[in-house]
């Protein structure tokens, strides 16, 4: 067990749909990433939050949104689902991730595997 | 817009020592160099990082050239369990952290 949790573990969906991906951090941990995975493919950096607030955004669809709560918690909402959104999600959190240089080691959970029909 | 290039793919008997190279040319002097490696559809996992000197935990050994241009992560007594996708990612604290495609290492009995 990390100590990331990932619900759920797996979601089966059909075209148009939206789901919630949630993501609760490492105690302590106040950065959270969240990254796709298509079948064979490598980890593609989606968003990353960091005590609440965007700080890094990469390759996220439109239709993907993502916010961290105040508790820090984290959700990936993904919407108007496609076939080609199949994949793990994988959520990892980081204690720093900030607007600080330093050593930043990120934690991952067990991921969120979507599939869509 | 990974910023290292690893082989895509590396064999290793049981039991002998794990030397996965990567390079990363570009790197900045406050920019550290970590190593993760994901089992099958596992989480990554985090294994070892550095930023000048040569770095040894419990899982393995970070080799980091004097122009910290190159590193490469030791496994000493590579096992079967030890097969995995291994990337080696160079980033500041502050930057967004992104993988690039990694090395498949084989174990192989």
């Known amino acids: 067990d990390s100590g990331v949790t990932q619900t759920p573990k797996h979601l089966i969906t059909a075209t148009g749909q939206r789901v919630t991906l949630r993501c609760s951090p490492r105690s302590g941990d106040l950065s959270v990433y969240w990254y796709q995975q298509s079948l064979d493919q490598g980890l593609q950096f989606l968003i990353q939050y960091y005590n609440g607030e965007e700080r890094a955004k990469g390759n996220i669809l439109e239709r993907f949104s993502a916010q961290q709560f105040p508790d820090l918690h984290s959700e990936l909402n993904l919407s108007s689902l496609e076939l080609g959104d199949s994949a793990l999600y994988f959520c990892a959190s980081s204690v720093e991730g900030g607007p600080t240089t330093g050593a930043n080691v990120l934690t991952f959970g067990a991921g969120s595997r979507l599939t869509v029909l | 817009d990974a910023k290292t290039t690893q082989p895509p793919s590396m064999d290793c008997a049981e039991g002998r020592a794990a030397n996965l190279p990567c390079n990363h040319s570009t790197i900045s002097g406050n920019e550290y160099v970590y190593w993760y490696r994901q089992i099958h559809s596992q989480g990554p996992q985090y294994i070892i990082h550095g930023l000048k000197n040569n770095e040894t935990n419990e899982m393995a050994s970070l080799i980091i050239t004097e122009d910290r241009k190159s590193s490469t992560l030791i496994l000493p007594h590579a096992t079967l369990r030890d097969t995995a996708v291994y990337y080696c990612?160079?980033?500041?604290?502050?930057?967004?952290?992104?993988f690039g495609t990694g090395t498949k290492l084989q174990v192989i009995p």
């Open positions: 990612i160079v980033n500041g604290g502050y930057q967004k952290v992104t």
